[in-house]
């Protein structure tokens, strides 16, 4: 599907923040979801962060009271706002859409090119 553009990414010590932004198309801003995942090397995908067309969201256990994920629908961009960082959360950023089809089953949208983030100790 579309291409999503991130970015944010950066270096940074540990502790502190970055805002990483996700331009998004209008068919994918009005998925059920915006998702933002993480690759770290030799790791799963997993995901982070997770905010709905309603504005309810999730968070992984790892991030969560840290990253603070927000959507602005007049500029079709998903934010993530990542504050305490640690060096585990060192990794590539990446979001999607994720659509729900009438039988219940999910379709995902394609992946952008994905944020470097990198926490030093």
């Known amino acids: 599907q579309v291409q999503l553009v991130e970015s944010g990414g950066g270096l940074v010590q540990a502790g502190g923040s970055l805002r990483l932004s996700c331009v998004a198309s209008?068919?994918?801003?009005?998925?059920?979801?915006m998702e933002w995942y993480r690759q770290a090397p030799e790791k799963h995908r997993e995901m982070v962060a997770r905010i709905s067309r309603e504005g309810s969201t999730t968070y992984a256990e790892s991030v969560k009271g840290r990253f603070t994920i927000s959507r602005d629908n007049a500029k079709t961009t998903v934010h993530l706002q990542m504050n305490s960082l640690k060096p585990e959360d060192t990794a590539v950023y990446y979001c999607?859409?994720?659509?729900?089809?009438?039988?219940?089953?999910?379709?995902?949208?394609?992946w952008g090119q994905g944020t470097q983030v990198t926490v030093s100790s």
């Open positions: 999607r859409a994720a659509y729900r089809a009438a039988n219940g089953d999910f379709l995902f949208g394609s």
């Open positions: 209008i068919r994918d801003f009005t998925a059920n979801a």
